[in-house]
């Protein structure tokens, strides 16, 4: 079974940076066979997508929201996934969570399947 463990949440002021990390556990295979993405959910709304990165590293995607302030990396030998988040702003503020897609499939079809608990990242002055 996989566990996705999260790390790296807090309180940060508008325009600082915070760094997430996802640790990927107890997956025999490792994270180079794994699909990695962020979602995030702030209160009253639904879950909604941040970034994701292939397994190769080579392909990212990011929401429109985000692009240009948020990168998404990998470190394979640390088996752990992150979210780098420049320029805060209060609407960043919510739960992130990691997601991992371990189906398989290749990265466009990617359907994240397997989820972390989640981190608080709240950004206020």
């Known amino acids: 079974q996989v566990t996705l463990v999260e790390s790296g949440g807090g309180l940060v002021q508008p325009g600082g940076s915070l760094t997430l990390s996802c640790t990927v556990s107890e997956y025999s295979f490792g994270i180079i066979s794994v699909v990695m993405g962020w979602f995030r959910q702030a209160p009253g709304n639904e879950r909604e997508f941040v970034a994701a990165?292939?397994?190769?590293?080579?392909?990212?995607d990011y929401a429109d929201s985000v692009k240009g302030r948020f990168t998404i990396s990998r470190d394979y030998a640390e088996n752990t996934a992150y979210l780098q988040m420049n320029s805060l702003k209060p609407e960043d503020s919510a739960v992130y969570y990691c997601a991992a897609d371990i189906s398989g499939r290749t990265y466009y079809d990617r359907e994240f399947n397997t989820w972390g608990q989640g981190t608080q990242v709240t950004v206020s002055s």
């Open positions: 990165i292939s397994r190769g590293g080579t392909a990212r």
